[in-house]
């Protein structure tokens, strides 16, 4: 990026959904500073079956924050689909990056601009923070999640000759002209778009940084069904190498 790191237009997008308890505590959790500096919050609630919506709502009028703006789908999207809907929106207000923050508090707010640090010296179009380079176990990561996490990223590390800590946590800062470079639109609407993101980036060579977070895991509702995650990421692998081989064209790997 060419800017300066005080002209850097950044918006952090929370995707919801079903988060009415958790969504005001990761508000207040978010850095008075980070609030005060970035140009937009924008909380995409995907049709919420709890008023997480209204909440939202709510907090944004309580607390006077005129750069917190909330949406809804008019259906559920997606966890991808939500991210998608969230990209194109940065894109189109002109920011140059954008943080994705869980509503459902499991990642730290207060390392908000910690991630955006590499984006500041201009050394990242991508950065995540990962929870396995920072000691998930003792922050309450349940072991088949750990254990499922640990052989994915190795099954991907070998295939991508790429050697990420991990390839699946939600909390990421993306550049916005890096974004415009991926066609993130054929990624998948489920959760493995987080997966499929990466493989775009990797094969368009743009800088992805890693740095280490702390895990939490309390009592929030989880919607991942992790087996089925486990085959949708490894399906994306294979599909990844059947398109590198040439035996069949997979447009969202098509990345010259």
Excluded at 11 to 38: G, M
Aim: aromatic share 12%; hydrophobic share 40%.
């Amino acid at each position: 990026m060419s800017e300066s790191p005080g002209q850097l237009k950044i918006a952090i997008f929370i995707p919801t959904y079903n988060a009415a308890h958790t969504l005001p505590l990761v508000l207040d959790r978010i850095p008075e500073d980070v609030k005060s500096r970035v140009e937009e919050i924008f909380i995409v609630d995907n049709a919420s079956a709890d008023n997480t919506y209204l909440i939202g709502v709510g907090y944004k009028n309580e607390k006077g924050m005129h750069n917190l703006n909330i949406y809804r789908n008019d259906k559920n999207l997606g966890y991808g689909g939500s991210q998608k809907v969230a990209y194109r929106y940065a894109i189109e207000r002109g920011y140059d990056a954008v943080v994705m923050l869980h509503g459902d508090a499991q990642y730290a707010p207060e390392k908000i601009a910690y991630l955006l640090e590499p984006f500041e010296k201009g050394e990242a179009d991508m950065v995540f923070g990962s929870r396995i380079a920072g000691l998930p176990l003792k922050g309450g990561m349940p072991l088949h999640r750990f254990l499922g996490n640990r052989f994915l990223s190795t099954v991907q590390n070998y295939i991508l000759d790429w050697n990420l800590s991990e390839y699946h946590s939600g909390f990421r800062v993306f550049g916005c002209e890096a974004l415009k470079k991926v066609p993130f639109h054929l990624c998948s609407d489920d959760y493995h778009f987080d997966t499929e993101i990466l493989v775009q980036f990797k094969l368009k060579g743009l800088r992805v940084v890693e740095r280490p977070i702390p895990t939490h895991y309390g009592n929030e509702r989880s919607y991942v069904n992790v087996w089925r995650y486990g085959l949708d990421v490894l399906y994306a692998m294979a599909e990844y190498v059947l398109h590198q081989r040439g035996i069949r064209k997979v447009d969202k790997f098509d990345i010259k």
